[in-house]
């Protein structure tokens, strides 16, 4: 499992390092842009899961890599398994790393919305939710893939430029403002907690079962 891991890492390591590098201007445009500081936050994820999600999409429909990979002595539920569990790390991680760095920008004197957890927990959810429906679909075939993660693509590029414009970036804030006060709640936030990791197991498992499946 560790050198499954290891793989999709060095596959994908130069958009992680990348991709840190660029949040750190989030600092600074939280601090010209306080209201809009959550907004960029969740962006930025977004387009970091949806550059992961497609790179290991591309190696789970890939030919060669599926027969090298099933040369190994691994089985096709460990090579899926490692698919998630890296998917999985990439957006808590990196969702924890853009929260600090709003962590920091609040220490210039930037205003939070809401506690550091919840800045956390929703781009975490979302960028799970990205890889729970749009792997399944990867392995299904690789064109409804594509296909879904070129709509997706436009639809990060575009809705920021429509939203960011006069106040519906403020109210995009506030909008998930009244989420994480309804989160506030311990039973909604367990159930958010427990529907989310259903779903990426539910999702897993569909995955599992098409590979197994898979010729190549």
Known sequence: MLNLL????????????????????MVFIAKAEPKSALFVALFANLM???LISNMIRTSAVSRQDNLLL???????TQIVAAKYLFAVLCAVLFALYTS?????????GVPLSMPVW????LPTVLCLLYHALLMPLSYLDAKYGTWASMAIYLAILILPSRLGQGK?????TAFFARIASLLGNGGILAALVLGIALLVGASMLTSMRIYRRAEF
């Open 6 to 25: 290891r793989k999709e890492w060095m596959v994908s390591r130069w958009v992680h390092i990348i991709a840190l590098f660029v949040c750190l201007g």
């Open 48 to 50: 970091y899961t949806y």
């Open 70 to 76: 099933n040369s190994l002595p691994v089985t096709r």
């Open 100 to 108: 600090l760095l709003l962590v920091l920008a609040a220490a210039w």
């Open 118 to 121: 919840l800045l956390w927990l």
């Open 168 to 172: 519906a970036g403020e109210a995009l």
